[in-house]
Nanobody, 124 residues
Framework: QVQLVESGGGLVQAGASLRLSCTAS????????MAWFRQSPGKEREVVAA????????YYTDSVKGRFTISRDNARNTVYLRMNTLKVDDTAVYYC?????????????????WGQGTQVTVSS
């Protein structure tokens, strides 16, 4: 089992920045690819960014490319999502996920463990 705890969400104005953190406990963190997903009311959960176990490969959905950065610190069992130039459309609950993948996967079904989510609200 892996337990994931997200933090760093909040209410910000458009154009601001936030950094989300997700700290893992349980099985060795470095075994897992990690991802950030988000879900807003009435919409399906979508991948935002993903990173392989070593950090060598990353994926970003088109809408966040150039604004968001995913990174990980395996020594601290933590994955981060730096979000710059936030937009109103980025408003959602953001979830951290861990999966036994060799790639930076994008499908929710391929991730085994999930955090409880952290709310990000961007006002205009």
């Amino acid at each position: 089992q892996v337990q994931l705890v997200e933090s760093g969400g909040g209410l910000v104005q458009a154009g601001a920045s936030l950094r989300l953190s997700c700290t893992a406990s349980g099985r060795p963190f470095s075994y897992y690819s990690m991802a950030w997903f988000r879900q807003s009311p009435g919409k399906e959960r979508e991948v935002v960014a993903a990173i392989t176990s070593t950090g060598a490969s990353t994926y970003y959905t088109d809408s966040v490319k150039g604004r968001f950065t995913i990174s990980r610190d395996n020594a601290r069992n933590t994955v981060y999502l730096r979000m710059n130039t936030l937009k109103v459309d980025d408003t959602a609950v953001y979830y951290c996920a861990a999966g036994s993948l060799v790639v930076a996967g994008t499908a929710p079904s391929t991730y085994d463990y999930w955090g409880q989510g952290t709310q990000v609200t961007v006002s205009s």
